[in-house]
């Protein structure tokens, strides 16, 4: 009998059945969800006036559903969610209930939003987006997209772009053949160069006199959209049988230790090609004085932050020149050579 007990009270505790503590956990009321900037979800509810507060903790268990999963516990009554909202947004909340070591739970909540109207294939697909940092230390920002396969050539879409509580909209669109908006480029925009992996959302809506266009966003980490700028500075000289390079970093707000390299040697004598890694400033190879080399650098983050796209490489560099390895050789073709325009010159005479 009192085996039979001891699993009763422990399935009640698992379960986590209100009357377990002689206490009924209430759900929460009024529960809401706003959409409080592009991309940017406001989740508020208020206690249930009917929950008994005394001697209890009371928190919230709020679990995102859509577009992407997530699930975490705040004392608050609200929380602020960045997703991309083109497809709709979904949430659960519950209250929780702590009384010494015994947590309750209440029944969920569910709040949901709509997705925009419209048919998903007027909205623009293979959006990409990239940065960069400018001699000025702002940001500019380029982003390029192709319009939906059931888009009217009509179709106008429009390029919004937030980062924290800024939003701008696009000036400077690059059109296709039907005159619709498929590039879009800001010289300079409020994204803060020494931040680190702060998101940046793009926003594209469209409009047209024959169909309802279906908005698109996408979140992109700041970093990982950037396209390093070039090393600086490159000199690259030999010192007997080695070639030794030095470079500056790319500009940026960031320290050196941030970056690593590819080094681009192509020998022009044989043909070989190397692109070997490098994560300091400086190098030295031994190379085949008796051959001539091109050489490029490029850069991109290393450890500080998300990588970016690869940089440019850098203008070609000569170094070293084209020798014949034998002494014999050389002579041999020069009495070749003088061979040759002798023969000729004769036949020249003895044909006039």
């Known amino acids: 009998m009192m085996r ?15 009357q377990a503590a002689g206490v009924k956990v209430f759900p929460p009321v009024n529960f ?4 409080s900037s592009l991309a940017q ?13 005394k001697n209890y903790t009371i928190r919230y268990d709020v679990k995102i559903l859509s577009p992407v999963p997530e699930e ?43 997705p925009p109207p419209g048919d998903p294939e007027t909205s623009v697909t293979n959006l990409s987006c990239v940065t960069r940092i400018t001699i000025s230390s702002t940001v500019s920002l380029h982003c390029s997209w192709l ?4 888009a009217p050539e009509d179709t106008k879409y429009s390029l919004f ?11 400077d669109y690059i059109k296709d053949k039907w005159n619709r908006n498929t590039e879009c480029r800001f010289s300079v925009t409020h994204i803060d160069p020494e931040e680190v992996d702060k998101l940046v959302v793009i926003h594209i809506n469209g409009s047209s006199k024959y169909a309802a266009i279906k908005p698109f966003q996408q979140l992109f980490n700041q970093n990982a959209i950037e396209k390093v700028n070039v090393p600086r500075n490159v000199t690259v000289f030999l010192e007997q049988n080695d070639l030794l390079a030095t470079w500056e970093k790319p500009i940026s707000p960031f ?23 490098i994560s300091s400033n400086d190098f030295r190879l031994q190379i085949d004085v008796t051959s001539r080399y091109s050489i490029q650098i490029r850069a991109n983050h290393r450890i500080c932050r998300a990588r970016g796209f690869w940089s440019d490489w850098s203008e070609i560099i000569y170094v070293g020149q084209n020798k014949l390895e ?7 073709t020069v009495l070749c050579v003088f061979t040759c325009c002798t023969f000729l010159l004769v036949a020249i005479i003895c044909k006039m």
């Open 72 to 114: 975490y516990d705040t004392k608050k009554t609200h929380s602020i969610r960045t997703a991309a909202l083109h497809n709709g947004f979904s949430a659960h909340v519950r209250t929780l209930l702590f009384h010494n070591d015994l947590q309750m739970r209440s029944d969920w909540v569910k709040e949901n939003l709509p």
């Open 4 to 18: 039979v007990f001891l699993i009763l009270l422990w399935t009640m505790v698992q379960q986590n059945i209100p």
């Open 255 to 277: 320290p050196k230790e941030c970056f690593e390299y590819e080094f681009y040697l192509f020998n022009l004598k044989s043909g070989n090609k190397q692109i070997l890694k």
């Open 147 to 150: 319009p939906g396969q059931e």
């Open 326 to 332: 034998n002494p014999v050789t050389w002579i041999l």
């Open 32 to 35: 809401t969800l706003t959409v």
């Open 161 to 171: 772009y937030r980062y924290e509580t800024y939003t701008e909209e696009c000036q």
């Open 41 to 53: 979800v406001l989740l508020h509810w208020e206690p249930n006036p009917n929950q008994e507060q």
